[in-house]
């Protein structure tokens, strides 16, 4: 019988007598760092009501381009809301169960730590809340599977098989594991399918408020690598992993809701694309600020081997409905489903940290609103045709240290980040694209070893 996912604790002492009778011993305090790692304290069963009361302390110099060492004491409060129990680990007697709980990170002045990734989200959208609406977004998370690990030879992907083909083997225990292992942990797949490259694969997850889906999208890639090995094999959220392959994305879909009504706020079925003035208004913010926010969203040297490649991937900035080219689509909805417009950002990929993306998406899309932004003209024709009509499109930066460029400049992600996270993350990032300059690539040596 499958597991259930644990009720929503109000109470310490309530989530740790449950937590016992489940045979749970030990507890995973869980956090991100800038580049949305996960990181963890452990803890006993025993001490999650205090550690609910009064936190628990790390050193937060100690985790890289989180804090200065003259801020390094940080204490972690678990939100009972996110409590689940790791369903993939063997159930062992001598060795008892382990649970996951995430975190808020704070000062020992209690007070919320300015750097944690989680706090900024939680930032935006009770700001929204302020103003009547919730930030909803369901994510589409592609990624491969292969048959080794890195430094194990050549990627070797786990199937040749395409777009929806129907896997078998590894993968399709690997994702019906997933998907059991998630709905046990309180998270929804709403399906999951093959993409186009050989190995690769989607997984696209049910409508949360960002926060929720925020934890979600963590929890997930979590599941997914650690459930891969446990099956013989490596799965990898790498933006582009394979020269010749389909790059991997993380699309979002989203909208606005009353927090009143729950209304979805962006529909008007009277337009012909089905959005309202609020949905045309936000839509236009994050198309005005995609260049500056680009880092963010698309955060490796890699993420631009996908953007650029085109295919699927965004590369002007632009909207559409059927051109799937373009960096936002408004997915056509059939009539009965009139009430459920959307709109999804094809920018992010899956390795960008979620709570700091849906912080700049939910923030653009706000200043849109707030500025009456007017919406361009969609953009449905082929955009891949270069031609001189297209070159006047704006397009998104064409590497990590172009869209570095756009972020330093970026008054919108100074505000929806908060200065801490701003700096810490640019600095990160400027040193990874620092490194990346020092390595002599493969493709040099092949194009001029043998000619210079």
């Not at 908060?418 to 694209?433: I, M, T, V």
Request: proline share 7%; hydrophobic share 40%; with cysteine.
């Amino acid at each position: 019988m499958l597991e259930q996912p644990l009720p929503k604790y109000t109470r310490a002492d309530e989530a740790q007598a449950d937590l016992r009778d489940r045979q749970v011993r030990a507890v995973d305090l869980q956090f991100t760092d800038v580049m949305g790692m996960i990181k963890s304290v452990t803890i006993d069963l025993d001490f999650l009501p205090a550690a609910v009361e009064a936190g628990v302390w790390f050193d937060g110099s100690a985790v890289e381009s989180f804090a200065r060492v003259a801020e390094s004491d940080m204490y972690l409060l678990p939100d009972l809301s996110t409590l689940a129990v790791l369903p993939w680990e063997p159930q062992r007697p001598d060795v008892g169960r382990t649970a996951r709980v995430f975190c808020d990170v704070y000062t020992p002045n209690a007070q919320p730590f300015a750097g944690d990734p989680r706090g900024a989200l939680r930032r935006a959208v009770e700001a929204a809340a302020q103003q009547g609406v919730r930030y909803c977004v369901a994510p589409e998370l592609e990624y491969y599977i292969f048959r080794d690990p890195p430094g194990e030879g050549p990627l070797l992907a786990d199937d040749q098989a395409s777009y929806f083909d129907a896997s078998d083997g590894a993968a399709r225990v690997i994702r019906k594991r997933t998907g059991d292992a998630l709905r046990a942990m309180g998270v929804v797949v709403e399906s999951s399918h093959h993409e186009v490259g050989g190995g690769q694969h989607e997984l696209d997850l049910a409508p949360l408020d960002a926060l929720q889906a925020a934890d979600a999208i963590v929890t997930a890639r979590m599941a997914l690598r650690t459930i891969a090995r446990q099956e013989g094999r490596f799965a990898s959220f790498m933006p582009k992993p394979i020269t010749s392959a389909p790059g991997s994305g993380m699309h979002v879909h989203q909208w606005l809701a009353s927090c009143e009504t729950g209304e979805n706020l962006f529909t008007d079925p009277t337009h012909d694309y089905g959005l309202s003035a609020a949905g045309q208004h936000f839509l236009a913010g994050q198309l005005a600020h995609a260049r500056e926010m680009c880092a963010v969203l698309a955060p490796l040297v890699n993420s631009y081997r996908r953007l650029m490649a085109g295919l699927e991937a965004p590369i002007f900035v632009t909207w559409a409905q059927l051109n799937r080219g373009a960096l936002v689509r408004v997915p056509r909805l059939a009539e009965g489903q009139r009430t459920g417009t959307r709109i999804e950002m094809r920018a992010p990929d899956p390795s960008c940290n979620p709570y700091l993306a849906f912080a700049v998406l939910l923030q653009a899309g706000l200043r849109g609103m707030r500025d009456e932004l007017p919406l361009p003209p969609a953009a449905d024709e082929e955009l891949y045709e270069v031609s001189n009509r297209r070159r006047h499109l704006t397009t998104l930066p064409t590497s990590l240290d172009a869209a570095l460029e756009e972020l330093e400049s970026s008054e919108l992600a100074r505000e929806a980040l908060g200065l801490h996270l701003y700096e810490r993350f640019l600095e990160a990032k400027r040193l990874e694209w620092q490194d990346y300059l020092l390595v002599v690539s493969p493709w040099e040596l092949e194009r001029y070893l043998g000619v210079y």
